[in-house]
């Protein structure tokens, strides 16, 4: 009886780890690919900025692509659904938001 309990027990020990552990790589995973997005995104609308073709704080997705500073529709790399062309990156000074519109 006492050693059921005790595999019992390691058992579950062993499962919580792994659980846990898997959920944590896959988070870090995603949260890494969304960075490498919105990091494209917003090298996009910098080099528009230093460009001096966008004045406005606020630039949207179909301006960069219209005038070519990302070649390819982006998407949501998790959902693989196509970012809205109304999303925007907001300039305030000098730091770059992506702001995603549904």
Known sequence: MNKKIISVSIIIVVLLITIFTTYKVIKNHHNNLYKVVNDKIIESAKRCY???VCVED??????LYQKEYLKDK???PVTKEYY???SYVQK???SYEFVVVS
């Open 58 to 63: 606020k630039v949207t997705l179909e301006f």
């Open 50 to 52: 230093y460009d001096e």
């Open 84 to 86: 809205n062309e109304l």
């Open 74 to 76: 982006l998407s949501d």
């Open 92 to 94: 305030n000074n000098d």
